[in-house]
């Protein structure tokens, strides 16, 4: 049984689509990245999982049980987008009230803030943090008790590149544990080396659902060759190879993933004409952009 | 419901970090050390003692101060966690909306006691410090005590009905003020002046009784009037406390904070976080 399964869930806000049927499953120990651009859908998506907001159609199970239900929230930790803690409460103060709404010894608050790195903190009022200690304070009640499944709505926003890397180490383990996973983000770079699936969202329908590998193979874009050729040959070796010059030097081409061993082998038979050459294989960022684009007409 | 005592007390946190109860208990006993203090002028109403004439003046403050109090601490409750975004993290936990309500009522409806014991109860020591039959009025002032309590968790409970309607703190804190002028002051303006308008026809004889039974800050009036016989001491809408028995004003008053609640969780059960 997945953790989350969801098949043929829509929303609309007054008339406008925020949500087109959409399918998603995440089993146990996945950790899912959830990416999209502004307004593509991943918020009300989340807030859909965890039974806050009714979807217009569609079927959603969390946790064996329906999406709200008590049974689900027993199990489903929740990260929202911006959220602010009420500034006249300490972190301590604040995660001992969340401990105890889950039936959690409130003793647990001080490791619980230590392990989000806000030990020094804890015993300050939340109005004089820094938005990356807020974000903390929001992470560690996503912490308590075990969840099986979190869900972390742009949980990494606010926080420096350290910090991102100690709170992905934290998923991992959770992720080991067990729980799954559903987390959004605005970079594919962030998320690639630290999720086992991706899901683009644009304008509220998948777009793509796949292993970084799967999304790469699928997206099949091409990929750059620069070489740098000596100033009286670029015109030579940019004619025979059929390709554009930039700046007086350098030639540049873009070849299918397959047709690339035979461009270099071509390439490679003019050595004498050439300087350098550079193989630029597809970013992250352009596989994403090649997914989150396709909708847009 | 084993989360109310935890969110209870976190409310009540809040609200003396917000100064909020410092400035609720001083706005009570400020005023009700006003009143004892005038009520200690000769009143030439005889066979009353002067806790009794506070007693009637505290009646007339709290009529306007205690609504005022409860919208202004409920309006916020729902409001606010939707622009904080905390409601929907809340609605995360296991933990029910009615448990969330009725926490935040305990707390409130906790700090309006603790306000109206201290300002009632400076005014009882006035009252006693003055005056040796003092005692005779005593009673008056714990009726007084406890119908204010249900009078501000009636307007608690449309305090958060508010605030789940409005939405967003600011448009809530507008219907707030919005609210207690016409329930406190417009209504009996306008009742009064159907009253002249009719001129002791069928409104005044059959309707007016029901219309003052229908607000509960006239409902609580009513009460207080009627049953501590102190009618003489009331003016204008207070003055029908001799016609309407006290026990039916003590329904109304009993049964408001309940329909306001279950109003307000109606309200609250719309609230898309
Ligand atoms: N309560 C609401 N009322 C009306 N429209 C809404 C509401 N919530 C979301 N929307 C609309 O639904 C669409 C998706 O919004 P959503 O918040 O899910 O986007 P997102 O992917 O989380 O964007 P971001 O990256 O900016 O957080 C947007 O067009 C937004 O305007
Ligand atoms: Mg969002």
Known sequence: MPTVSLSGVSKSFAGQEALHEVALTIEAGQRVALLGHNGAGKSTLMKIILGLLPPDSGDIRVLDAPAGSAAARAGVAYLPENVAFHPALSALEQIRLYLRLRGQSPDQAAPLLARVGLSDAAGRRIGTYSKGMRQRVGLAQALIGRPRLLVLDEPTSGLDPVSRHDFYTILDRLALEGAAILLSSHALSEVAARTDRIVILSRGRVMADDTLAGLRRRAALPTRIQIAARPDTADRVAGRLAAGRRNGVMVELDCAGEDKIDRLADITAMAALIDDLEVIPPSLDDIYNHFSRRAHP | ?273
Request: aromatic share 10%; glycine share 10%; charged share 10%.
């Open chain 2, 1 to 273: 419901m084993k989360a109310i005592l935890p969110l209870a007390m976190s409310e009540v946190r809040i609200a003396l970090r917000n100064r909020w109860v410092a400035i609720i208990i001083a706005t009570m006993v400020l005023f009700s050390l006003a009143l004892a203090a005038a009520g200690n002028a000769p009143t030439g109403v005889a066979g009353i003692d002067r806790l009794s004439v506070t007693v009637a003046s505290l009646t007339g403050l709290a009529v306007y101060l205690v609504p005022l109090v409860a919208l202004l601490m409920g309006f916020d409750a729902i409001a606010g966690e939707v622009e904080r975004g905390t409601l929907g993290l809340m609605l995360s936990y296991p933990v029910s909306r009615a448990t969330l309500l009725l926490a935040k009522l305990m707390a409130h409806l906790g700090i309006l006691a603790l306000a109206l014991a201290l300002g009632f109860g400076s005014a009882a020591i006035v009252g006693f410090a003055t005056d040796a039959s003092a005692l005779a009025g005593l009673s008056a002032l714990l009726r007084l005590f406890w119908s204010a309590l249900l009078l501000g968790a009636c307007f608690l409970g449309l305090g958060y009905g508010i605030s789940a309607i409005a939405g967003r703190p600011g448009p809530a804190a507008g219907l707030a003020i919005g609210v207690w002028l016409v329930l406190i002051v417009l209504y009996d303006l306008v009742l009064l002046a159907a009253v002249v308008a009719d001129d002791g026809g069928r409104f005044t004889s059959d309707l007016f009784s029901w219309f003052l039974l229908a607000n509960p800050a006239d409902a609580f009036r009513l009460f207080n009037f009627g049953a501590s016989g102190a009618a003489a001491l009331a003016s204008g809408v207070g003055g029908a406390a001799g016609v309407i028995p006290p026990l039916w004003a003590l329904i109304s008053i009993a049964l408001w904070p309940f329909a306001a609640f279950l109003l307000a969780l109606a309200a609250f059960r719309k609230v898309v976080p």
